[in-house]
């Protein structure tokens, strides 16, 4: 993981904030909710860094849990929508400009 989401990570922790509890394939992880990802958490995930992400976003007893159990894509997407959910958010919802 880079210096830079490290030293949010930790401000999270720091800050107190509070996890969702999602599950993947019966295991239940802690996640920052959607709301509060940095633009460098999704980077990383756009990047196709899972490991960056997953240490970003999870609470540090689940990432390597997580990542060991090696979800496939589709796995995964579910997992994103159930983070969305759980965290009050739609996923791929905008509140952009309307014309």
Do not use: I
Request: charged residues 30%; glycine residues 8%.
């Amino acid at each position: 993981m880079s210096e830079a989401l490290e030293a949010q990570q930790a401000e999270v922790e720091a800050e107190g904030r509070q996890y969702v509890q999602v599950e993947l394939d019966g295991t239940t992880y802690r996640v920052v909710p959607q709301r509060e990802w940095r633009l460098s958490y999704l980077r990383a995930l756009n990047e196709g860094d899972f490991e960056a992400w997953a240490e970003a976003v999870m609470h540090p007893d689940d990432h390597e849990r997580f990542l060991d159990a090696d979800p496939t894509l589709g796995e995964f997407q579910e997992f994103a929508r159930q983070c969305a959910r759980a965290s009050g958010d739609g996923l791929g919802k905008s509140s952009g400009r309307r014309r």
